[in-house]
């Protein structure tokens, strides 16, 4: 009898054993590694975004971490997540650090980057976040885009970039200087909106994300304006963080729950023609 008995706990055991190795709770996580960056960005928070529409903001159960010194992240997903869901960057106001400025946190305002869901991939370090992949984010969820590559052609174009240029490279390795300072001026064009895109409450930040869309649209109309460095492209980001503050402002509030909106109109807009994106 004890044989028995033996045999069949033996029998219970290796079914046990069988089962926790096919189930899909136990499917081990797919590593996301990448850097972000305006410059490298230190203590930035980086998560999968799994709401459906995404809202941008950090909710219970999502993967997140924090980059590094050298603004590089590792974050643990489920295998089936990557490619489906979007990764998003929250760069924190007086806590997240712009190596272009050793040690100095940013002071400019917070700001949200991101990158689209079909770029995200599990090959190592090969998921550079800035505000370039932010646009071409946005430009996706237009619907105007047929490919990635399309939306990549417009963006180049916008900030006079030779035609096949990849737009989500790593333009700091690359030493790009050109995607480098159009990277820092659009940053700095995001972070002087934060009071009228960002609420915060405690720790959880909350995206307004009409608003969001809304000043994403009128920077990439204004992009070869406030595209390099000089006296007259200061002056053109100036008047274009007053023409955004003034639309956003009027713009209704809206709840994180709510669709996407196709922001086709906003594209429309110009400083230049002193009309303001963003708005019907």
Known sequence: MKTKMTAVLTIIAAGIIAGC????????????????????????????????????????????????????????????????????????????????????????????????????????????????????????????????????????????????????????????TTMHTAARNMAGLMGSQMAQVLTTNGSTTTVDVNRYRGMMGMIFSNLSSVDGSGADVQAAMTSLMGTMTTTLSIMPMTSTVQPFLNMSAAFRGSMMTGTTGGMM
Do not use: C, H, W
Request: net charge negative; no cysteine; hydrophobic share 35%.
């Open 21 to 176: 190795g096919s189930s899909g709770t136990n499917t081990p996580a797919t590593s996301i590694s990448g850097k972000v960056a305006d410059g490298y960005l230190v203590n930035a928070t980086v998560f999968m975004d799994k709401n459906n529409p995404p809202n941008y903001r950090l909710d219970p159960g999502e993967p997140s971490t924090t980059t590094d010194a050298n603004g590089a992240f590792t974050l643990n997903v489920d295998p089936a997540d990557v490619g489906k869901f979007p990764i998003v960057v929250i760069a924190t106001n007086g806590v997240t650090i712009d190596m272009d400025n050793p040690g100095v946190p940013i002071a400019g305002g917070s700001y949200v980057l991101s990158m689209p869901a079909a770029a995200v991939s599990g090959t190592v370090n090969s998921n550079f976040i800035s505000p370039m992949s932010s646009q071409l984010r946005e430009l996706m969820e237009t619907g105007k885009y047929a490919t990635m590559r399309d939306a990549m052609n417009d963006l180049g174009t916008k900030l006079g970039m030779p035609a096949g240029t990849n737009m989500m490279a790593d333009y700091m390795a690359a030493n790009n």
